[in-house]
């Protein structure tokens, strides 16, 4: 059975900083497209990975280009998302996914492909 569990959120200043972790169990992080997806306060989650992480690296969204970085511990069988920089927008229920692959190549970042999905840690920046 596999399992995700997210945690590391909450309440922050803009401009400050978090680190949102996910916690995997029945797949390997090495063996598996790993990403990050969020949903806005009245929204529907965004369609788009805003993090990726597979054995072909990482890509981001631009909207959180060059603020966010996506890492995983193999060893730990876990995934993180450090966050700086943190915007209002960045406001929303974040939810680490994976994305079962042949060779762990992150092959989709949209939401319909991924299969297996952790519950969301919330996310709050205020102005």
């Known amino acids: 059975q596999v399992r995700l569990v997210e945690s590391g959120g909450g309440s922050v200043q803009a401009g400050e900083s978090l680190r949102l972790s996910c916690r995997i169990s029945g797949v390997r992080v090495d063996n598996a497209c790993m990403g990050w997806f969020r949903q806005a306060p009245g929204k529907e989650r965004e369609e788009f990975a805003i993090a990726m992480i597979g054995n072909d690296g990482t890509e981001y969204d631009d909207s959180v280009k060059d603020r966010f970085t996506v890492s995983r511990d193999n060893a730990q069988n876990a995934m993180y998302l450090q966050m700086n920089s943190l915007k209002a927008e960045d406001t929303a229920i974040y939810s680490c996914?994976?994305?079962?692959?042949?060779?762990?190549?992150?092959?989709?970042?949209?939401?319909?492909?991924?299969?297996?999905w952790g519950q969301g840690t919330q996310v709050a920046v205020s102005s």
């Open positions: 996914a994976a994305l079962k692959s042949n060779n762990g190549y992150c092959i989709s970042n949209n939401r319909g492909d991924w299969h297996y």
